[in-house]
């Protein structure tokens, strides 16, 4: 059998007809686009509030069984721990422990 001959076909390897793109093009293209003013426009412009205790179901049916999905508890707050006593009182122990007037 004779060998076939290769097909004179398109060199793949070749750029012909590519265009050159830009490089600081292609990165405005793909840069973040910061969407903060539009969206604060958006709920702004909402007039309508939900009640609260609305809100707390949504979230709160929303929110996953897992311990990580559960918001932290809120810790009691301790009070801060101060005297009985008074200035007057501990100066009347003074006198009588100490002797003095």
Same mark, same amino acid.
């Given at each position: ?15 012909? %007809?590519? =265009? =050159? ?5 292609? @990165? ?5 686009? +910061? ?6 426009? @958006? ?5 309508? =509030? ?11 049916? +929303?929110? %996953? ?18 005297? =009985? ?11 009588? @422990?100490?002797?003095?007037?």
């Amino acid at each position: 059998r004779r060998k076939r001959a290769p097909e004179l076909g398109r060199n793949k390897a070749t750029i012909k %007809g590519r =265009v =050159v793109k830009s490089a600081i093009e292609e @990165y405005h293209k793909k840069k973040a686009v +910061n969407h903060l003013r539009a969206n604060l426009q @958006y709920m702004l412009k909402g007039r309508f =509030v939900a009640n609260k205790a609305i809100t707390e179901q949504v979230l709160a049916q +929303n929110r %996953g069984r897992k311990s990580k999905d559960q918001p932290p508890k809120k810790a009691a707050k301790k009070k801060p721990e101060g005297t =009985v006593f008074t200035e007057e009182d501990f100066r009347k122990f003074e006198r009588e @422990y100490f002797g003095r007037p």
